[in-house]
């Protein structure tokens, strides 16, 4: 109506205003396109995981081709890999032993990025928090932060989500600290970090920031559970206490 109306005014403002709709047309099917497009690379994650966690319990020598062909598809043309992608091709024999090959050879790679990603938002939250003066202000900084760090993972693995699939993942992640236990922190842990002094050395402004420094490395943690194509097989699990080493290395 409003294209209708311009052109009613002069041919030129209707042809403009015409020109306008379809670009507006043509940007909402480009945003949805891509939330669609990332919904489905986070979608694959998830089914390598399956795919490779049913090969290796259940000796399942096609479910453990089709992981390791999907991991060759989500990372093909990633220059970073390729060498990694390579040695997958040159071992073609035994499928399970190209499995942890993947592992070792390709997602060992990522999953060095990922410890920086997280050590980086952790240490980010804990310094900003610690200096931010009001507690509204500090939920939204670590709101957008963890968002912010779970983007990136998901894209470092090859999810590349969208708005609407950042917040699926925020969801996963929550889904998956419920059933692992890991959204308080424990005695243990709260020992653990005063233990190091690291919160009796400093003001309670700063061990406040601590704590959410921490929680946002159990976040980001599950965020790698969630992500990462392949189980942990022939790698060590990283654990909070490696994170909240390096978080502390600054001080």
Not at 185 to 194: C, E, I, P, Y
């Amino acid at each position: 109506q409003v294209v209708v109306a311009l052109f009613s005014r002069t041919a030129p403002l209707g042809w403009g205003g015409a020109a306008l709709a379809v670009q507006f047309a043509l940007a909402v099917i480009a945003i949805i396109g891509r939330e669609i497009y990332g919904l489905i690379r986070l979608n694959a994650l998830g089914s390598i995981q399956e795919d490779a966690a049913r090969a290796i319990t259940a000796n399942d020598s096609k479910a453990a081709g089709e992981a390791v062909q999907h991991l060759k598809r989500l990372y093909r043309g990633r220059g970073d890999l390729s060498a990694g992608l390579a040695a997958l091709d040159r071992h073609a024999g035994d499928i399970m032993d190209r499995i942890r090959l993947a592992e070792r050879d390709v997602v060992a790679k990522l999953d060095e990025a990922a410890n920086r990603i997280i050590t980086r938002a952790s240490r980010r939250v804990t310094l900003t928090t610690a200096l931010l003066p009001t507690p509204a202000l500090d939920i939204l900084f670590v709101a957008a932060q963890n968002l912010r760090m779970l983007n990136e993972l998901a894209t470092l693995y090859g999810g590349r989500p969208g708005t609407l699939g950042t917040f699926r993942l925020a969801r996963m992640v929550v889904g998956h600290l419920a059933v692992t236990g890991g959204i308080a922190l424990t005695d243990s842990l709260t020992q653990h970090v005063l233990g190091r002094g690291l919160l009796g050395r400093l003001s309670a402004r700063f061990g406040e920031g601590a704590v959410n420094g921490i929680m946002t490395a159990r976040i980001g943690l599950a965020a790698l559970d969630v992500c990462r194509p392949l189980p942990w097989l022939s790698r060590e699990k990283p654990g909070l206490s490696d994170v909240i080493q390096r978080i502390a290395d600054f001080s």
